[in-house]
């Protein structure tokens, strides 16, 4: 595809708020630059720009956040998170860009749903920290959907979340495990193809938005209110899952 004037505005925009999602509010809402990109691009295009530019961010974010993580539920997601990047490996070998543009067009409104469920008291955090397994579990569904999106935030954030974990806490072990996954994530994407001439052309250009949008998001996690910051979040996420969900059956 071309890259226009808007293209790249729209994906400077796009990197920025990944930036500031990672650096402040942890990884959840992160992915929803990859859904916009993929609204004007190939999904494995979208999904290859945006690794590089994820790693990058994790390594700005870490040394702020250095040790502050919880090391038993991070190792738990971490270790799960290995398998389920193999089974999303497996996925893209046999899917078309249609069957990716509904996966994340999909996962984005699942993630909406389930943040406004939980706002709501549909869904109750457990007042206890759920069980290894429970831990295991989450971590190989964070690595699928981090694999095949970049959306494994929800379902790490289901686990930590269920130990009360603090917002410091639970920011620092997201910045951690995703570091890690998306490390892990990077081999199978060269292998695959998905890392091109073009999209890495385009992470040099993208570069400077996605370390100003980590330095703003460490800013803005300890100023910001996190319901505006989210309020925004679940409209971008409404709007791009159901255009992606549309182009994938149209």
């Excluded at 890259?3 to 708020?17: E, I, K, R, S, T």
């Excluded at 500031?20 to 990109?37: D, E, H, P």
């Excluded at 910045?175 to 052309?201: C, D, Q, R, S």
Aim: glycine share 10%.
């Amino acid at each position: 595809m071309e890259w226009d004037v808007q293209v790249f505005a729209l994906a400077a925009v796009a990197v920025a708020f990944a930036g500031v999602s990672k650096g402040g509010f942890g990884s959840g809402a992160a992915f929803a630059s990859a859904a916009i990109l993929a609204l004007v691009m190939p999904p494995g295009q979208a999904l290859g720009i945006m690794l590089p530019l994820l790693m990058l961010i994790d390594l700005a974010t870490l040394r702020p956040y250095w040790r502050r993580w919880d090391w038993a539920a991070g190792r738990l997601l971490i270790l799960g998170a290995l398998p389920g990047v193999a089974l999303g490996v497996g996925l893209w070998q046999v899917a078309n860009d249609d069957v990716i543009r509904f996966l994340i067009g999909a996962i984005a409104l699942a993630f909406v749903a389930w943040r406004l469920a939980e706002a709501r008291g549909l869904i109750r955090p457990a007042l206890r920290r759920l069980g290894p397994g429970w831990g295991l579990a989450a971590g190989l569904t964070a690595g699928f959907t981090s694999f095949v999106s970049h959306a494994g935030g929800p379902p790490a954030a289901v686990y930590l979340l269920s130990g009360q974990t603090d917002k410091t806490t639970f920011q620092a072990t997201t910045v951690l495990v995703f570091w890690i996954i998306n490390i892990a994530k990077a081999v199978p994407y060269g292998v695959l193809g998905i890392f091109t001439a073009e999209t890495l052309a385009a992470n040099v250009v993208l570069a400077p938005f996605a370390l100003f949008g980590a330095w703003a998001g460490v800013k803005a996690h300890f100023l910001v209110p996190e319901r505006t910051f989210f309020l925004l979040t679940y409209l971008l996420l409404s709007i791009t899952g159901a255009k992606l969900i549309w182009d994938a059956l149209a």
